[in-house]
């Protein structure tokens, strides 16, 4: 089993979009009919999907709102992350856990918490 997609609620959904192409390594974009949410799909084929608020799903599904995520990174891929989230506008916030790995937090636009780990659950 694998982790398939997970959805943010956005207030503003071209400006998050905006700032997730660039903050998250994706192959394409799908983009739905109503154009109220779309999909960077990543290289493993899973989804980071952002919904406006308010859309409504498949049996009236929504979004997560105040979501904490975290995608694992390289270790040598850390400071080049710090930068990109410091030159987006969002504050780099930082944390060395007991193993020697670091973490990067950030928060978007919405509250949601994003993070970059240089290890894994394993």
Not at 37 to 59: M, Q, T
Not at 77 to 87: G, T
Request: charged share 30%; hydrophobic share 40%.
């Amino acid at each position: 089993m694998r982790l398939l997609e997970i959805h943010l609620e956005v207030a503003d959904l071209e400006r998050s979009l905006a700032l997730y192409s660039k903050l998250i390594a994706h192959t394409r974009i799908e983009e739905w009919d109503d154009r109220a949410a779309v999909a960077l799909v990543l290289e493993d084929g899973s989804a980071f999907g952002l919904w406006k608020k308010g859309k409504l799903g498949i049996h009236d599904s929504r979004g997560g709102e105040h979501v904490h995520f975290a995608f694992e990174i390289r270790p040598d891929e850390y400071d080049e992350d710090v930068v990109r989230i410091r030159a987006l506008g969002l504050e780099p916030l930082h944390y060395v856990w007991p193993s020697g790995h670091r973490s990067v937090y950030f928060f978007d636009y919405d509250g949601n918490q994003g993070e970059f780990m240089t290890t894994d659950w394993e």
